[in-house]
């Protein structure tokens, strides 16, 4: 069984588009995340969430937008796409905050 | 911040021979640290960790050397062999950011 499992694994858009990207964990962490990763492979924290507190890294843009429908999803929500948002997006989760993450496969957005 | 840095961006040795990848922190309040191998089309994968109580920790084949008075972190791979390739990136947690920083990640490739 899959940890972290993320859909879709490659998505391709047009601007202006508004996209979701899905992630569910069945490991009974209570934290989840989610990174971006550049091409140059920078992995940057996005947000993380569980069912106390969202922190949100204050670079990303209100365009953005995590949702947690329960414990074992974190659903990621991109508003009017652009073209500097293409990137790999990882979702990963860990028992508590700050300690081991682990990591879904990724989803290659491409917006064109 | 994003402050975990690392010496090496690429590393290239033969199939054998020992690899070892660097990286600097400067988050002095950190107390956990991880490596992560991550594979072209997957996401980063746990290879070990270490807490700030310890200076050196073993695995399979990997050990992780932790020095707090200088801030820096190494992974060193035995008998570094082709499935080693990978990107290879140091996080902290545990600090005052809560959520695992990760660093830029080195490109080890394996020479047969």
């Known amino acids: 069984d899959t940890a972290v499992s993320q859909t879709p694994k490659y998505l391709v858009t047009q601007m202006g588009n508004d996209k979701s990207i899905k992630c569910e964990q069945n490991?009974?962490?209570?934290?989840m995340y989610w990174y971006k990763q550049d091409s140059k492979k920078f992995l940057k924290i996005m947000f993380s969430y569980n069912n106390k507190e969202l922190i949100i890294n204050e670079t990303v843009p209100n365009r953005f937008s995590p949702k947690s429908p329960d414990k074992a999803h974190l659903n990621l929500h991109i508003n009017s796409l652009e073209l500097g948002d293409s990137a790999v997006y990882f979702c990963a989760s860990s028992l508590i905050d700050g300690a081991e993450a682990f990591f879904g496969q990724g989803t290659r957005l491409t917006v064109v | 911040g994003e402050n975990v840095g690392l010496h090496l961006p690429t590393l290239s040795v033969q199939e054998g021979d020992n690899s070892i990848i660097n990286c600097a922190y400067s988050?002095?309040?950190?107390?956990?640290f991880i490596w992560y191998k991550q594979e072209s089309g997957k996401g980063p994968q746990f290879i070990i960790d270490?807490?700030?109580?310890?200076d050196k920790r073993q695995g399979q084949r990997v050990t992780v050397l932790l020095n707090k008075t200088v801030k820096h972190l190494s992974l060193q791979i035995a008998a570094t062999q082709p499935g080693d390739s990978a990107v290879y990136f140091c996080?902290?947690?545990?600090?005052?950011?809560?959520?695992?920083?990760f660093g830029k990640g080195t490109k080890l490739s394996v020479k047969p």
């Open positions: 996080a902290e947690g545990g600090g005052s950011q809560g959520n695992l920083i």
């Open positions: 270490i807490r700030s109580n310890m």
């Open positions: 988050n002095s309040a950190s107390d956990y």
């Open positions: 490991l009974g962490h209570d934290t």
